[in-house]
C-alpha cells in the first residue's frame, strides 16, 4: 500500500548541477503532478500529465523538464539548478475528474 | 492573483477551544477540497464538498460549502493537539476540471 513514493527525500545541489525527482504511484491513477511548495507561496503546480504520453505545464515550469515515463512514473529534471529552485517538491496523481490528488511525502531541495 | 483567500493565515489555540477557518473567492467553484498537511508529509484530502449549502461532518470538523459555490469554511469544535497542521483549500473553477486551485493554507498550532 504505497500510494505515492518519491526519490529521494532529501538533496542538496550546488548551481548548476542538474538531477531528477522520481515518482512513482501504484494505485492504477490516469493524472500526476509536480508542485512546490515555498513559504508564502503556497502550492504552485510545475508541470502536470493528465495521462500516459501527455505533458502540459503549469504555473512555474521554466528550468524544469518532465517524463511521464508510463503509467506509474513521472519525473522531474532540474538541468541546471538555480538557487530559486530551493524548495520543497511534491508529486501527486489523482485517477480522473474531480477526485482527490494523492500526495507523496516530498523532497527536500536545497541548491547553494 | 490568489483566487482562493485563506484566513487565518497562522492560529495558535489552546487544547479544547474552537476556531474556524475561511475559505473565500469572488469565482464560483465545482467542487472544494480540503487537506490536512503535517510536517514532512505531503497533504491529505479531509473532505470534498461539492453541492452549495452542503454541509459536512468528520467527528469534530464540520465543512460548508457556501450556498452561490464561492466560499467554505472549516470550524473544529474542542481543538486538540493532534489537530496541529496546515490546513489547505483547494477547488476545480467550473468548467476547468484539469487543475485545482490552492489556497496559502491556514497553519493551526494548537498548545496543550
Known amino acids: 500500500n504505497a500510494g505515492v513514493t518519491q526519490t529521494p527525500k532529501f538533496q542538496v545541489l550546488k548551481t548548476g548541477q542538474s538531477m531528477t525527482l522520481q515518482c512513482a504511484q501504484d494505485?492504477?491513477?490516469?493524472?500526476m503532478y509536480w508542485y512546490r511548495q515555498d513559504p508564502g507561496m503556497g502550492l504552485r503546480l510545475i508541470y502536470y500529465?493528465?495521462?500516459?504520453?501527455?505533458?502540459d505545464k503549469g504555473e512555474v515550469p521554466n528550468g524544469y523538464n518532465v517524463s511521464r515515463l508510463n503509467k506509474r512514473e513521472f519525473s522531474l529534471r532540474l538541468e541546471s539548478a538555480a538557487p530559486s529552485q530551493t524548495s520543497v517538491y511534491f508529486c501527486?496523481?489523482?485517477?480522473?475528474?474531480?477526485?482527490?490528488?494523492?500526495f507523496g511525502n516530498g523532497t527536500r531541495l536545497t541548491v547553494t | 492573483t490568489q483566487l482562493l483567500e485563506q484566513s487565518p493565515q497562522f492560529l495558535s489555540i489552546q487544547e479544547g477551544e474552537n476556531l474556524t477557518v475561511y475559505c473565500n473567492s469572488s469565482?464560483?467553484?465545482?467542487?472544494l477540497q480540503w487537506y490536512r498537511q503535517e510536517p514532512g508529509e505531503g497533504p491529505v484530502l479531509l473532505v470534498t464538498?461539492?453541492?452549495g449549502g452542503e454541509v459536512k461532518k468528520l467527528k469534530r470538523l464540520t465543512f460548508q460549502f457556501g450556498d452561490a459555490r464561492k466560499d467554505s469554511s472549516l470550524h473544529i469544535t474542542a481543538a486538540q493537539t493532534g489537530d496541529t497542521g496546515l490546513y489547505l483549500c483547494?477547488?476545480?473553477?467550473?468548467?476547468?476540471?484539469?487543475?485545482?486551485?490552492w489556497g496559502l493554507g491556514t497553519s493551526l498550532a494548537v498548545n496543550p
Open positions: 501527486a496523481s489523482l485517477l480522473q475528474g474531480r477526485t482527490p490528488l494523492h
Open positions: 494505485m492504477n491513477h490516469n493524472s
Open positions: 500529465s493528465a495521462s500516459e504520453g501527455t505533458t
Open positions: 469565482s464560483v467553484f465545482s467542487s
Open positions: 464538498v461539492v453541492t
Open positions: 483547494a477547488g476545480y473553477n467550473a468548467g476547468n476540471n484539469r487543475k485545482l486551485i
